[in-house]
């Protein structure tokens, strides 16, 4: 048994990369997206977060959220977000990858990996380094030239805002080369 332990900072913002089992491209498919979204809406209404990045690829996502202040609890944040979506995409006929037996009796679905990467931000650089790793990664997995090509990431809104010029990205900036968070 492995001895996992996470980084518990009320108030904090946190970086997430959370994957489907066997990286089984679920999210290629728009009603997946759809109740993917539909989840984190409902989950977000319910346990308030802030989401100041985030990006859907085929076969994950990453975000950075930032929880209130006093609260800490991302991970029933995120088992929650899981859960519905699981249920909901089951429910619609949506299929799920084979497990093995030892898995079913543990309850384990072929929907996703069993736990989410974390990080918890720790300064200004550390934020923005992740921030752009967000909006850089469908160019990093090769499924567009630029992150403005994408339509599953916040990358739209921080070019609307002034933040990033529409053309960025078409290279991995130099200060997330080799930065791998999944």
């Known amino acids: 048994m492995s ?10 913002t946190y970086f997430f ?9 679920f999210f290629r498919d728009p009603t997946a997206q ?3 979204r539909r989840a984190w809406l409902d989950i977000q ?5 802030e989401n100041l990045a985030s ?6 996502f990453h975000c950075l959220w930032i929880l209130p202040l006093g609260d800490s609890d991302y991970s ?3 088992k929650r977000i899981k859960e519905r979506f699981t249920c909901d995409w089951l429910a619609q006929g949506g299929h799920e990858v084979p497990v093995t037996d030892s898995q079913k009796r543990r309850g384990n679905r072929g929907i996703w990996q069993r736990r989410f990467w974390e990080h918890t931000i720790r300064d200004d650089a550390d934020l923005e380094n992740h921030f752009d790793y967000i909006h ?10 630029r992150p403005l090509d994408w339509p599953h990431s916040t990358f739209h809104q921080y070019v609307a ?3 990033y010029l529409a053309d960025w990205g078409r290279q991995c900036p130099s200060h997330i080369q080799g930065f791998e968070c999944e």
């Open 3 to 12: 001895d996992y332990r996470r980084l518990f900072v009320p108030g904090a």
């Open 17 to 25: 990369t959370v994957v489907t089992y066997n990286r089984y491209p």
């Open 34 to 36: 759809d109740h993917l």
């Open 45 to 49: 209404s319910q346990l308030p977060f």
């Open 55 to 60: 990006v859907l690829l085929h076969d994950h």
């Open 76 to 78: 029933n944040r995120m």
């Open 136 to 145: 850089f990664n469908p160019g990093k997995h090769e499924y567009v030239s």
């Open 161 to 163: 805002s002034g933040h």
